[in-house]
């Protein structure tokens, strides 16, 4: 991640599938599920999101332009490296995938779960709703614990600042309050709760 981040060394387990894999794994069509906005919570179905890549602090990150500028919610430093893929590659795949699925009215959450056996991230429009495949954001290394790899991507917060892009391990810090579970255990984080909390951010230059 960038320097005040979880991901500033490779965490166990926290691999990424190899293209190859993850294009088996992930359909890029856009067959998505027909799905009511009204499942949307209204302030983010009506906040006109927009999400992009750039950098930060020297890092590629997913950023949000909101009316309140723009806010850091995800960052690729670390996550690239195991798959074969460019931080600048990956960042702009996934942030697109934000985008798209942000306009499809099913950005609610992002979970943990399994597709094809394979363990994943991916969006749902609320608890309860397992991964879909033309829903998965990342696809990870068999043996790769989706959970830790979600907590370790999106970060932490920390007192009031509630950073996104985090400073401190999670494993040391309270649950931030976008984090919850559903009645099985599987992790899920509240999009709308993460883009507020995460700290507002000035645009850079991509050169990488």
């Known amino acids: 991640m960038i320097k005040h981040s979880l991901l500033t060394k490779p965490i166990a387990g926290c691999a990424l599938a190899q293209p190859a894999q993850r294009r088996r794994s992930v359909t890029?069509?856009?067959?998505?599920?027909?799905i009511s906005s009204s499942m949307i919570q209204p302030s983010l179905a009506q906040a006109d999101l927009s999400f992009f890549c750039d950098t930060y602090q020297g890092n590629y990150v997913t950023k949000v332009l909101t009316s309140k500028g723009n806010r850091a919610i995800v960052s690729y430093?670390?996550?690239a490296s195991a798959s074969g893929w460019t931080a600048k590659k990956r960042c702009q795949q996934?942030?697109?995938?934000?985008?798209?699925f942000y306009n499809q009215n099913?950005?609610?959450y992002i979970r943990?779960?399994?597709?094809?056996?394979?363990?994943v991230i991916c969006v749902t429009p609320q608890k309860g709703v397992s991964c879909q495949e033309n829903h998965v954001l990342l696809t990870l290394e068999i043996g790769t614990n989706p959970q830790a790899a979600l907590r370790s991507l999106v970060g932490q917060s920390r007192g009031d600042?509630?950073?996104?892009?985090a400073r401190v391990s999670y494993q040391?810090?309270?649950?931030?309050?976008?984090f919850s579970t559903d009645n099985q255990g599987n992790l899920y984080v509240n999009i709308e709760k993460l883009i507020e909390t995460a700290?507002?951010?000035?645009?850079?230059?991509?050169t990488k």
């Not at 943990?112 to 363990?119: A, H, K, L, W």
Request: proline share 8%; aromatic share 8%; glycine share 6%.
């Open 112 to 119: 943990s779960g399994r597709v094809r056996n394979y363990p």
């Open 172 to 178: 040391n810090s309270p649950q931030p309050s976008y």
């Open 199 to 206: 700290p507002v951010v000035e645009n850079e230059s991509i």
């Open 28 to 34: 890029t069509a856009g067959i998505a599920l027909t």
């Open 77 to 79: 430093e670390s996550w």
């Open 106 to 108: 099913i950005l609610q």
């Open 94 to 100: 996934v942030s697109s995938r934000f985008q798209n």
């Open 161 to 165: 600042s509630s950073e996104g892009v």
